[in-house]
């Protein structure tokens, strides 16, 4: 009997050039490469604790946006040129009580909001500077990738260090204490209110882009969907395409290289899992005898998930068929 051919999904022309494919490419002939591409699977993120391709984040792809969302987008930035303002205003929820006011109550949480908000602004003052426009929106949208050497950054730094006065010159740190003030009535009084008011006015720079972006949007040039193949390859804390399908070689595998396959799970990890999980289902918290036991790969196996006890929890039976190879934090 002859193998029944997996059927190849459509794939639109923007994900063909956003992976480097040429648009012209077969669907068959993509869908084959980047079949093999996925093959190469190494030590993951969540197992080494690190991102061991830092610097290529800045060059990986991301997937295009689906056309409902671009479209809905796109209606975003023409309402935007025609009320000059960013942003919307919009109901508070419970959850951004909780949270303005604790930020209400952070000194320091304050600090850094006002610091990202000034330094927009210089940053724009300086475009600003460019009289060329078309210069000016480049450097805008971030203009060719920086040479490497800028990626070197204080191995001790602290992302929680608190912002001083000092770190300042007398001008910038006037103008973020002004911010602090604005955003500080900025959520006592949207407390008071029950409405956050989230829009900004539009500066000169945003304003060029967003009419470029408006002018040039045309719905066909985004796809309606997005076959699974490539979104499961996408990174889930920053959505880009994970470098390790276009830059991995064997020489990136660690001295203990991952098998790809499944590993058999040690019996003294089963026991220690079943009396951590206290023998339930952690999806559907059913109570499960000892011959109704499973045990699912949080990360599978087929994305480079191991059999060790951090990627492991106690399912069913039902609640681990429905699952399949699918990742469900």
Known sequence: MSRKRKRVPEIHRSIKTSLGYDADTSDEDVFEDWQQRKTRVCKPCWELKYYPYGPLVEQSPLLPSLRDRAVERNEYL????????????????????????????????????????????????????IENEEERLRAFAGGDLPPIHIYRVPFDNDPGAELREDDFLPEVWKRIQEAVDIQRARYADALAKGVVDDRNPLDPVRRSWFQRQVDEFDPEDHPEIIPREFTEAECNIFGHICPVFFAAEALTETEGSRRIGRRPIRFATMIRIVRRDDYRCRHCKKQLRDDEVEFDHIIPVSKGGSSEEHNLRLTCFECNRDKSDDHEP
């Open 78 to 129: 023409a309402e935007s040129l025609r009320t000059g303002f960013m942003g919307r205003e919009r109901r508070l929820t419970d959850a951004d009580r909780t949270k303005y006011q604790r930020w209400l109550d952070d000194e320091q949480m304050l600090l850094k909001q006002a610091r990202f908000k000034i330094s927009n602004e210089l940053r724009t003052e300086q475009l600003m500077k």
